[in-house]
T-cell receptor, first 113, second 113 residues
Framework: AQTVTQSQPEMSVQEAETVTLSCTYDTSESNYYLFWYKQPPSRQMILVIRQEAYKQQNATENRFSVNFQKAAKSFSLKISDSQLGDTAMYFCASLDYGQNFVFGPGTRLSVLP | EPEVTQTPSHQVTQMGQEVILRCVPISNHLYFYWYRQILGQKVEFLVSFYNNEISEKSEIFDDQFSVERPDGSNFTLKIRSTKLEDSAMYFC???????????FGPGTRLTVT
């Protein structure tokens, strides 16, 4: 069964600084997807970034990038130039072929002015 | 940009009552999902729906729950006899294929009293 672990329940970062959120996962599949979703106080789930496991290149979306280490089953999210609007819960999620999303417990990120 | 919509945003109901949560997925998407998030906890998969039938459901999705696509646009989740522990945020999501990234609606906060 898929499992997703996020070992940092809470983190904080100063505005304009860089922060990295950790995620590890476990799957027996060779093909799968990994995602980071953001949940601001409004509680809407917003897709931040996705990574296909067969792609070696790390995904990047503007200030957001991932460090995907397939052998270590690690999928960390780096937020550069943090902004106040980045304050949210961040959920790591995995999606195997034939399965459904499994979410991690989340990391609460606070961006401090 | 197309988005998933959900109504109502907040529903308060008494224990034992039936509720129907409504979702309008993104129009060209073929896969639909419901998730639940109890306050302070992680997002949990309930059910997936494709080609007018349930493709997968979790242990949470017992006989009290049902889903339906009554017309070409709506996707509903019905809880027949609500319990206090059904109080949660319910998210609808859709994707154009599976497995692919899922786009979430803003959620319906269900409060059972």
């Amino acid at each position: 069964a898929q499992t997703v672990t996020q070992s940092q329940p809470e983190m904080s970062v100063q505005e304009a600084e860089t922060v990295t959120l950790s995620c590890t996962y476990d799957t027996s599949e060779s093909n799968y997807y990994l995602f980071w979703y953001k949940q601001p106080p409004s509680r809407q789930m917003i897709l931040v970034i996705r990574q296909e496991a067969y792609k070696q290149q790390n995904a990047t979306e503007n200030r957001f990038s991932v460090n995907f280490q397939k052998a270590a089953k690690s999928f960390s999210l780096k937020i550069s130039d943090s902004q106040l609007g980045d304050t949210a819960m961040y959920f790591c999620a995995s999606l195997d072929y034939g399965q459904n999303f499994v979410f991690g417990p989340g990391t609460r990120l606070s961006v401090l002015p | 940009e197309p988005e998933v919509t959900q109504t109502p945003s907040h529903q308060v109901t008494q224990m034992g009552q039936e509720v129907i949560l409504r979702c309008v997925p993104i129009s060209n998407h073929l896969y639909f999902y419901w998730y639940r998030q109890i306050l302070g906890q992680k997002v949990e998969f309930l059910v997936s729906f494709y080609n007018n039938e349930i493709s997968e459901k979790s242990e949470i999705f017992d006989d009290q729950f049902s889903v339906e696509r009554p017309d070409g646009s709506n996707f509903t989740l019905k809880i027949r006899s609500t319990k206090l522990e059904d109080s949660a945020m319910y998210f609808c999501a859709s994707s154009e294929a599976h497995p692919k990234e899922q786009y979430f609606g803003p959620g319906t906060r269900l409060t059972v009293t």
